[in-house]
């Protein structure tokens, strides 16, 4: 290809140097494989991990783990579906946080605006079921759904607005509308939001039929209410869609070539600041539908004045970046961080681990994977050189 | 004391912390490596300073305890960012969950769930309620701006900043340069953290540096990589975080809510008003390889 296609000299070529591809490309299914291999491995790497970090607080680690286990998986005498409900609402909206983050990522834009863009989709859905009332409930369920996927996009669209006009770094934006979208949700909430008797600090409760059906007939689980609802569906289909966005259309290779290699991409003559732009849209309104669907999922429908979702919006970032910013591998790893945010929940009851532990051990996990990376495409380069 | 003089000196302790940590942040980015990850180690410096003070009963010396700490942590941070060359702004995002998870599990593990334990001897106030710690960082301000841009060692560091590959050839180790601006701006951040604990009101929270690490970012750009311009930025932004605490004190009608939105609201103002014509250095967040 460089041969018959010269590249301007002072234009790195387009080849890959730490292992993904834009110049040559095998199929989708050997590329998911070759991701859910790396997933695998992952996988051991953590579980070892995780005993790792049992042994050194002298945490008893096979009984820590099979607390974590039967938190996340349930048991043989109290049944499965339960706690895998659980674990699967966990997971929703980590899964659509981090897919809004490889967007992001993939197109070089190192937002860290989850959070923010998915307390103000909650928000927005919440100041509308407040204006919509008495609306039928699958008007105002669909509405809200809209309202926050908007509210969230909005929020992104601020920052890539920042970066393409402005030149403002996103890192730095991002944080920012973070806070900005915090103090916003208590203002509001503990305001014009609040619920009518005044006493809690939250929004008013949402009738039932607005709130997501529950998937798992009570017959299949003694009795028991799960939690597991329609909103995991919109994760799901949210996963195909964007890897096909990415992956299978022009829009999405433009995007990963600007995230690669800026200067090619303006060479190419793509319109990177209209990409970047759509990018930060784009990525903002899955954080948006994240927030709406934990409303909508929750028990009650009301939004609290602060702790919502809390931590989603900054775990997405280790569970992108160990899914190897591809839709699939995050489908992995968002059902492990799901595992393990509600297993670490059955151990902080019973064994009193803290759960903040969670961060130091997707901390060290990510590590791990960067340094891999970062020493192999070292040791590559010099091969080829 | 006026209200007004309250004001001015409050602005003062509240910049405090701030100047600091973009003062560090300045060498770092000059040298050419962006460390996202101060806010991370500004939390792991207020935390170690108040579990130093209380090893060693000594505010001062807990200080340094939390200097040390914020250069462990960038250490971390070198070691991946600069030595392998990871993506930068990935590894700073990584180090603040990692000092985040750290922090919390080890002030819980320390003192139970109530942190109302967690506390210790304040640094002594010197003169109108201000700690030694402004003071280092008043003098820091110009001995920075002099060594920056006066000094052998400050032109090879911008070197390293502007041209790598330059730099390297005419003999400046580019790696090690950069790795010591990393641990300096570690340290310095740390004392930002300690400031924000064993200089103020000596508690630790989770997650108490409640993004300051990004705004002394903010700083940094804002004051166009200059240790003068960090200072003015660092002023203002001091003001704006003395209004969000005590702005209803002083008369202004706005929410609280609000009033505590204030400091993040004025960051993306002044970027958006002086990000337009970066003078950033040439090589910033470039990973350098030794070819």
Redesign the interface.
């Known amino acids: 290809m460089n041969e018959s296609h010269p590249m301007p000299s002072q234009v790195p070529p387009l080849t890959p140097t730490q292992g993904d591809d834009l110049s040559r490309q095998p199929s989708l299914w050997k590329r998911a494989l070759l991701v859910a291999l790396r997933g695998f491995l992952s996988f051991v790497g953590l579980a070892l991990l995780l005993l790792l970090t049992f042994v050194v607080l002298r945490i008893p680690p096979l009984k820590a783990m099979q607390t974590l286990w039967e938190g996340a998986f349930g048991s043989a005498e109290e049944g499965h579906w339960y706690a895998l409900s659980a674990t699967l609402v966990q997971t929703t909206p980590l899964l659509l946080t981090s897919l809004s983050i490889v967007i992001a990522w993939r197109a070089g834009l190192?937002s860290?605006g989850a959070q923010g863009q998915l307390l103000i989709g909650a928000l927005a859905a919440t100041a509308l079921a407040r204006i919509g009332e008495h609306w039928p409930a699958v008007c105002l369920q669909a509405g809200m759904l809209a309202v926050g996927v908007t509210g969230g996009a909005i929020w992104g669209w601020i920052a890539g607005w920042?970066r393409t006009r402005?030149?403002?770094?996103e890192?730095?934006?991002t944080?920012?509308?973070?806070?900005?979208a915090q103090?916003?949700v208590?203002?509001l909430i503990?305001?014009i939001l609040r619920e009518k008797g005044g006493h809690l600090s939250e929004s008013e409760t949402l009738p039932g039929p607005v709130l997501f059906a529950r998937l798992i007939p009570m017959a299949w689980s003694d009795g028991i209410q799960t939690s597991l609802h329609t909103g995991v569906l919109f994760a799901l289909i949210a996963v195909p869609v964007i890897a096909v966005l990415l992956f299978r259309t022009p829009w999405g290779f433009e995007l990963r070539v600007l995230g690669q290699n800026a200067e090619a991409a303006r060479v190419a003559r793509y319109p990177s600041n209209g990409l970047r732009l759509q990018a930060m849209t784009l990525s903002g309104a899955l954080c948006g539908l994240a927030g709406v669907i934990e409303l909508l999922g929750s028990s009650t429908g009301s939004l609290p004045a602060s702790g919502f979702a809390y931590g989603v919006g900054?775990t997405a970032?280790?569970v992108a970046?160990l899914g190897g910013l591809h839709p699939i591998g995050i489908l992995f790893s968002s059902l492990f961080f799901g595992a393990l945010t509600q297993g670490s929940r059955n151990l902080e009851q019973n064994a009193g681990v803290?759960s903040?532990?969670?961060?130091?051990?997707?901390?060290?996990a990510?590590?791990t994977v960067?340094?891999v990376?970062?020493?192999q495409?070292?040791h590559t380069?010099g091969e080829t050189e | 004391m006026s209200v007004i003089g309250g004001a001015v000196l409050g602005t003062v302790t509240m910049a405090t912390p701030l100047l600091l940590a973009a003062l560090g942040e300045n060498v770092v980015q000059k040298s050419g490596v962006?460390n996202?990850g101060l806010e991370g180690m500004m939390l792991t410096g207020a935390l170690m300073a108040i579990i130093g003070t209380q090893w060693t009963n000594n505010p001062y010396l807990g200080v340094v305890v939390a200097a040390v700490a914020g250069a462990i942590i960038a250490l971390?941070f070198g070691l991946?960012a600069v030595r392998?060359?990871?993506?930068q702004?990935?590894?700073?995002?990584?180090?603040n969950?990692?000092a985040?998870?750290?922090t919390?599990?080890l002030s819980?593990?320390l003192y139970g769930k109530q942190q109302s334990f967690l506390t210790a001897t304040p640094l002594p106030h010197l003169l109108w309620n201000q700690t030694l710690l402004t003071l280092l960082a008043l003098v820091a301000t110009p001995m920075l701006w002099w060594w920056l841009n006066r000094t052998r060692g400050g032109l090879e560091l911008r070197a390293c900043g502007e041209q790598p590959i330059a730099a390297e050839a005419s003999g400046v180790p580019v790696l090690r340069v950069r790795l010591m601006a990393v641990l300096f701006g570690g340290m310095m951040a740390g004392i930002a953290g300690a400031c924000l604990s064993v200089g103020d009101v000596p508690t630790f929270n989770?997650g108490m540096s409640?993004?300051r690490g990004?705004i002394a970012?903010?700083i940094v750009?804002s004051g166009r990589w200059n240790p003068w311009g960090c200072l003015c930025a660092a002023l203002i932004f001091g003001c704006m975080d003395q209004l969000g605490v005590q702005g209803q004190a002083l008369g202004v009608n706005l929410?609280h809510?609000?009033l505590?939105?204030l400091p993040?609201?004025v960051?993306?103002l002044i970027?958006?008003?002086s990000?337009?014509?970066?003078q950033a250095p040439a090589s910033l967040g470039r990973p350098y390889?030794r070819a």
Not at chain 1, 166 to 169: A, G, S
Not at chain 2, 275 to 278: D, N, Y
């Open positions: 190192f860290i920042l402005r030149n403002v770094q890192v730095i934006s944080i920012m509308l973070n806070y900005i103090y916003l208590s203002w503990l305001g900054f970032i280790p970046l803290s903040v532990l969670i961060y130091i051990i997707q901390a060290v990510v590590l960067v340094g990376r970062a020493w495409a070292r380069t | 962006v996202v971390l991946f392998l060359g990871a993506n702004v990935v590894v700073g995002v990584v180090v969950l990692m985040l998870g750290l919390g599990t819980r593990a989770e409640a993004g990004f970012l903010a750009t929410p809510d609000l505590l939105a993040y609201v960051t993306l970027l958006l008003s990000s337009r014509f970066s390889r």
